[in-house]
């Protein structure tokens, strides 16, 4: 199990056909922007996060979730299950939280 190396981690790594070694993007800092705008937040509002991650080198998919546990990310619902990190634009991404 990948979480092994994140005793933090308060959501599931299920990255799909990626390592996490593997680059995100040729940048070193990325935004990554996270609503909480699935169902389970129907009824109960909450703020959305934004995660800077750096990085002295490109970030990989290992310095993202290292960043988010740092930073405390808990999605606190049904969608725990990291599948992927997209681009938006530029240097903005995205996480995708499966159930
Ligand atoms: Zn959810």
New binding site residues.
């Given amino acids: 199990m990948m979480e092994e190396e994140f005793p933090d981690i308060q959501f599931s790594i299920a990255l799909v056909d990626k390592e996490l070694d593997e680059k995100v993007c040729e940048e070193t800092e990325i935004h990554i922007y996270y609503p909480y705008n699935?169902?389970?937040?129907e009824y109960s509002m909450k703020e959305p996060d934004l995660f800077v991650v750096r990085d002295i080198k490109p970030i990989t998919f290992r310095r993202v979730v290292e960043e988010l546990c740092y930073q405390g990310f808990n999605?606190g619902?049904?969608?725990i299950f990291l599948e992927d990190i997209y681009k938006k634009n530029k240097n903005e991404y995205g996480l995708w939280m499966a159930?």
Wanted: aromatic fraction near 22%; hydrophobic fraction near 0%; include cysteine.
């Fill in positions: 699935c169902y389970c937040y999605p619902c049904n969608h159930s």
